[in-house]
C-alpha cells in the first residue's frame, strides 16, 4: 500500500471511530469521505461495517448503564425482518435516485429541527407497534443502502429523548445491524485475505478513536449532543446528495 493510501486509511480511521464513540453513529458518513476517494468501491462495504462494529464494540461500555432492553428489543425484532428485504430490493430500485431522495430529505429533517428545536417538549414512547415499524424501516435501509443509523436518530431527535437514551439506542441497535451486516459479506465472499490485512491495520486506530469520542461525550451538554446529531444528519444528506445527485439525475 501506498505511503499516501496508508495515510489516508488510518485518518479517516481516527476521525470516524471518534466521531462515532462520540454520537453512537455516523461512521461510514465520516470514514467514506476520506476512502472513497482513494479505494475502490467493492473494498469499501467491508471496511465500514468492520470499522462500524469495532468503534461500536469500544464505547458500549460507555452506554451499558443507560441501555433500555425493553426499549432497544422491538427496534432490533423489526430490523431482523427489514434487513433481508433492503438486501432484495437492491436489484429493483435506483439506488442513486434513491439515495437522493435520503439524503434531501436529512436535509430537510435536520434543517427543521434546528429551528423548532427550542420549542419542543419530550415525548413519552409511542408504543410497540410504532418502535417495531422504525426498526424495521431501518433494517430496509439498512440493508438496501447502508443506512440503518438514519431512522433511529431520526426519531430519538424528533422525541426530544436524554442523549443517554439516544445514544445508548444507537450503539446497541447499530451494532446489531453491523454483526448481520459484516456476517452477510463474509458468507458472500465478500472478506479475503486482503481484506483481513486492512482490518489489521485499521484496529488500533478505530479502538484509540472510539476510547476518545467515548470520553469527550462526557462533556457534552444535552443541547451539544442534539446539535451534533442534527449536524451530522444535515452532513449525511449533503454527502448523499453530492453523490448520488448529478448521476442520478442525468441517468
Not at 430537510?108 to 419530550?122: E, K, T
Not at 407497534?129 to 433494517?139: D, P
Not at 438514519?150 to 454483526?179: D, G, S, Y
Amino acid at each position: 500500500m501506498a505511503a499516501t493510501d496508508l495515510i489516508v486509511l488510518l485518518a479517516g480511521a481516527i476521525a470516524a471511530a471518534f466521531v462515532s464513540g462520540l454520537s453512537g453513529f455516523a461512521f461510514a458518513l465520516v470514514s467514506l469521505s476520506f476512502w472513497i476517494w482513494r479505494f475502490p468501491l467493492a473494498e469499501l462495504a467491508a471496511m465500514v461495517v468492520f470499522g462500524s462494529l469495532v468503534s461500536q464494540a469500544t464505547a458500549m461500555p460507555s452506554v451499558l448503564r443507560d441501555v433500555e432492553p425493553k426499549l432497544v428489543a422491538p427496534y432490533i425484532a423489526g430490523a431482523i425482518v427489514g434487513l433481508p428485504i433492503g438486501t432484495l430490493l437492491i436489484a429493483h430500485i435506483n439506488l442513486g435516485l434513491f439515495r437522493l431522495f435520503v439524503g434531501l430529505l436529512l436535509i430537510a429533517f435536520a434543517a427543521f429541527q434546528l429551528v423548532i428545536g427550542p420549542w419542543l417538549r419530550p415525548r413519552p414512547r409511542d408504543g410497540l407497534v410504532a418502535e417495531v415499524a422504525i426498526g424495521w424501516l431501518s433494517g430496509v435501509l439498512g440493508g438496501l443502502a447502508g443506512l440503518s443509523g438514519v431512522v433511529p436518530a431520526m426519531w430519538a431527535v424528533a422525541r426530544v429523548w436524554t442523549k443517554e437514551r439516544q445514544r445508548a439506542l444507537f450503539m446497541v441497535f447499530n451494532t446489531f445491524c453491523h454483526i448481520v451486516s459484516l456476517t452477510g459479506l463474509v458468507v458472500a465472499g465478500y472478506v479475503t485475505v486482503a481484506t483481513l490485512e486492512r482490518f489489521a491495520i485499521l484496529l488500533p486506530c478505530l479502538v484509540g478513536g472510539a476510547w476518545l469520542g467515548a470520553r469527550a461525550y462526557r462533556h457534552v451538554s444535552p443541547m451539544q449532543f442534539r446539535r451534533i446529531v442534527l449536524l451530522l444528519l444535515a452532513a449525511s444528506g449533503i454527502v448523499l446528495t453530492v453523490q448520488n445527485g448529478w448521476q442520478a439525475l442525468s441517468g
